[in-house]
C-alpha cells in the first residue's frame, strides 16, 4: 500500500474523474478501481469480484453510519453506494438503510 499526501485534492479528483458531487474526505485507488469515501468493504470486495465496467466506486459526503461514521448519539442516516465512468454517469451499486 502506498500512501500520497496532497495540498490539492480538487486537482487529484479531476484527475481521478470522480464526479464533483460524489467527491468525499477519502480517495483510494484499489487494483485499478477508484474507491471514493466510506465505501463499506463488502461493496468493495463485490466490486473486485464482479469487475463492473466503471472506473469506481463512492459514497458522497460523510453520511453517519457509514463506515468510520458511527458516532454515539447520532442516528445513522441512509445511503447509496454508487459506480461512476469517465463520462460522469453514476448508478446505484448498494443503498444502505
Known sequence: MNEIETEDMTAKKAEYSIPPGLASCHTA???GYIVEGHVPAAEIKRMLSERPAVIGIAVA???MGSPGMNIDGFDDEPYDVVTFNEEGEIDIYASYQ
Request: hydrophobic share 50%; no cysteine.
Open 29 to 31: 485507488i484499489v487494483d
Open 61 to 63: 459526503g460523510m453520511p
